[in-house]
């Protein structure tokens, strides 16, 4: 027999990704920092925000963000479950073709402005073209409630495995692992040393530059980067790197004996092999998996 599982690029079961909101001047500052350590992340953009005077110049977008993704957060911020759907629509649609006039690629992930998510916004989201949306919450919390308060435990199951560091069922309704201001180092050094193998493991944390300037702790950022940085088992990846290479995985076309694996996408896929193979299956190619069957 042949036991196959899915890896991240490289082979890797870590995957690190940040996610921050709004465009406002000190995203600036963060992207230098996350340059400098390798952090790479998702920046959550209102395109028709951009001239209040607290926020990033559209014409300066490409440049600063390179690297990292830019996605949508509404045209203008509303509270979006409590708006029509036909603006819903629009407030989506709008900064999602604004962006793109100025980015150059598809816009295809949000994070919904204040938190405000319903499955009607979920499927309005998915309509226009989006794979995914960051929702308010924190899943590490959720799994580790008892030791937070009993009344936060009430009802909440952790999803996928008891670390708090698991994968969205759906990615509509993606949970960050905590805000930057909830315990960053302290889950951070527990992701970082998460050895087993038996799961993929995500960390996602989220918040806005602007609130290291407001709270004086720019620190604390840095801090996390330096130690989070540059580490073998990790991937770093941008919000939409994630949910793109979940699909290029989910695509493969394994043999019904699993002796051969079809990798239709134009990406490499990755497997581990016998607990110990690393395989990429790269794209448009067939892998022959018979030296695995021992
Ligand atoms: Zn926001």
Known sequence: ???????????????????????????????????????????????????????????????????????????????????????????????????????????????????????????????????????????????????????????????????GFSLPADFMEWKATCHHNHNLMKFGENFKALYKKQYLYMMYVWGHSYEFDNDNNWDLIEDFCAMIGGQDDIWYATNIEIVDYMDVFDRLQFAADLSFVYNPSAASAWLIVNDTNVVEVKGGTTFNLKQFDI
């Open 1 to 163: 027999m042949i036991k196959i599982y899915k890896a991240f690029p490289g082979g890797k079961h870590k995957v690190l990704t940040m996610s921050y909101d709004d465009g406002k001047f000190a995203d600036r500052k963060l992207v230098e920092i996350f340059n400098k350590y390798g952090i790479r992340g998702t920046f959550n953009i209102n395109a028709g925000l951009y001239n209040d005077g607290k926020r990033i110049d559209p014409s300066e977008w490409k440049e600063l963000y390179k690297g990292h993704e830019v996605a949508a957060h509404t045209l203008t911020h509303p509270t979006i479950d409590r708006c029509p759907s036909v603006e819903v629509v629009q407030e989506l649609l709008e900064d999602r073709k604004f962006l793109e006039s100025v980015m150059g690629y598809p816009i295809r992930g949000i994070a919904y402005p204040n938190g405000s998510y319903s499955k009607r916004i979920g499927e309005l989201a998915k309509s226009l073209g989006f794979v995914y949306g960051r929702a308010v919450g924190d899943s590490y919390a959720m799994v580790h409630a008892t030791n937070l308060s009993n009344n936060d435990a009430q009802g909440l199951v952790p999803v996928g495995d008891e670390t």
